[in-house]
């Protein structure tokens, strides 16, 4: 089997390179080609020697994960599933907003979390994407994106944040999110600000400090629950990572962190998580963290046993947090209309995908 270029961060290609005889500086071209051109065909690649250029086609490839579907909303959200093998699919989620752009990437087919209202986790865990099915995201979506933009909404490129919010856990596969995190941010690949990649995670302690040192971007934390004995119900992950022991975490990671605030993520559940007195809880609890509060209405899907808070509880909630100063916002629904067309091929990813679209734009920032 050839080796597949797509994973490779800039370090990695500098070793590609030096194993087949080549310095470094071709590794910064390499870069350039795959990610900021695009180009999966080494024949394209103008300023490489043609000798060199056959030795790339006969050690390696460029394979990004196929596209299976693409669809744009009418509210231009746009959605590509992509075959990771086996009859899995993942979604990527392009939001356009008049001054940014949000990519929503996967780093998990499923998830081993079981999270009680989230649908990827009622999948249970299939297994960690690779650097190309994770990088492969964003290079189709800049790619096919990159045709079609126009700079009319006043910024340059048609993606400028990602955040980490499609299927799975980010820092249960670490080491494959943070070699995709230092190819979007490289210079050479696609540039991206710190400020404006985010990781989501469910409170994964020990991977939260190492992130910060690794490769620190702006973190946003599933919190759900103003309690430990609510939190254990609902993300289990809590009962070995507990709400106190977290927020500390949250804390040392502000230290390094590109951005002044970590922003927590509370899904709005039905009589579960949404009464006054728990916004106040709430509040007592992130009220010496700098952060933003993200309610995010719960999507439901079959059999969740969950229900969607209704919009004036929903709007209660955000006045408390409000009234204290807490800077929340509410998740807006986009792109839905073009969920149904995926067709069969999603199969289980779909219920994942209308959840992912109402969770976007926010947490971007
Ligand atoms: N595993 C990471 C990132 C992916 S989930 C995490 O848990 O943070 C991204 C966000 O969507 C999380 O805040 C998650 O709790 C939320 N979410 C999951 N299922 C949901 C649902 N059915 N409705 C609304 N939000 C949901
Ligand atoms: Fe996994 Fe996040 Fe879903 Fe929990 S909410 S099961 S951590 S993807």
Avoid at 9 to 15: N, Y
Avoid at 26 to 48: N, P
Avoid at 49 to 72: M, N, Q
Wanted: a positive charge.
């Amino acid at each position: 089997m050839s080796i597949n270029l797509l994973d490779f961060d800039a370090k990695g290609l500098t070793g590609f390179c030096a194993e087949i005889g080549e310095k470094p500086f071709r590794a910064r071209q390499l870069l350039r080609w795959i990610h900021r051109a695009g180009e999966a065909d080494f024949d394209a690649m103008s300023d490489l020697a043609k000798g060199l250029r056959e030795k790339l086609s006969a050690a390696a490839v460029i394979e990004p994960p196929k596209v299976i579907s693409d669809h744009t909303a009418p509210d231009g959200t746009r959605k590509w599933l992509l075959s990771v093998g086996a009859g899995n699919g993942i979604e990527t989620v392009y939001i356009p907003e008049k001054s940014r752009g949000t990519l929503c990437i996967s780093s998990q087919v499923g998830c081993a979390l079981a999270c009680a209202f989230c649908s990827t986790g009622r999948q249970g865990f299939n297994r960690n994407l690779t650097v190309a099915e994770i990088i492969g995201q964003l290079w189709w979506a800049n790619k096919a994106l990159t045709e079609t933009f126009t700079s009319e909404a006043g910024r340059e490129r048609p993606i400028t944040n990602i955040v980490m919010m499609g299927m799975g856990e980010p820092l249960t596969n670490f080491e494959n999110v943070v070699m995709s995190l230092d190819l979007m941010l490289d210079d050479n690949a696609y540039g991206l600000s710190r400020r404006r990649v985010t990781v989501s995670t469910s409170g994964i302690i020990p991977a939260m400090d190492r992130l910060r040192e690794r490769c620190p971007v702006a973190l946003a934390v599933s919190l759900h629950a103003p309690n430990d004995a609510l939190r254990d119900q609902l993300v289990p992950i809590n009962r070995k990572y507990p709400i106190r022991e977290l927020l500390a975490a949250c804390e040392r990671y502000l230290q390094s962190a590109p951005r002044d605030f970590i922003t927590f993520e509370y899904v709005m559940l039905d009589g579960v998580n949404d009464s006054v007195a728990q916004a106040r809880e709430l509040v007592q609890l992130v009220r010496d963290i700098p952060c933003k509060l993200n309610l995010i209405p719960f999507n439901p899907f079959p059999d969740s046993g969950f229900r969607r808070s209704s919009a004036n509880a929903v709007s209660r909630f955000r006045d408390v947090l409000m009234e204290a100063g807490l800077v929340t916002t509410v998740r807006k629904t986009r792109g839905d209309d073009i969920a149904a067309a995926c067709g069969q091929l999603a199969g289980k990813v779909l219920d994942k995908t209308r959840r992912v679209h109402r969770s976007i734009a926010e947490a971007a920032g």
